[in-house]
């Protein structure tokens, strides 16, 4: 049984940090790329950025420059650094990993979400 759990939501206020934290646990072979998402009251899921296992990384042009994403590939957990956040940055987030299970069998798996509030 694989499992993603993410961390470090919360409140802050406008213009401030979080560090998001998405660990993988569970029996599996390696941890390929992995993804943060985000989902607003009413909106569609949200692409924000993902990492690949060689360190390659992409974002979504609403977050470029203000999020970064990392890995420890030690401990297979992924971070998202969240600076100037806004109001509009308010969603719950989500990490999403590529994993690989055997030589055969590969799977995509989803964590149970952080809540990020950015409000004064």
Known sequence: QVQ???SGGGLVQPGGSLR?????SGTFSSVNAIAWYRQAPGNEREFLS???SDGYTRYAD???G???ISRDNSKNTV??????LKPEDTAVYYCNADIRLSVV???????????VTVSS
């Open 20 to 24: 998001l934290s998405c660990a993988a």
């Open 50 to 52: 993902v990492i690949t």
């Open 79 to 84: 971070h998202l650094q969240m600076n100037s």
């Open 66 to 68: 203000r999020f970064t």
């Open 4 to 6: 993603l759990v993410e």
């Open 62 to 64: 609403s977050v470029k």
């Open 105 to 115: 069998e590969r799977h995509d798996y989803w964590g149970q979400g952080t809540q």
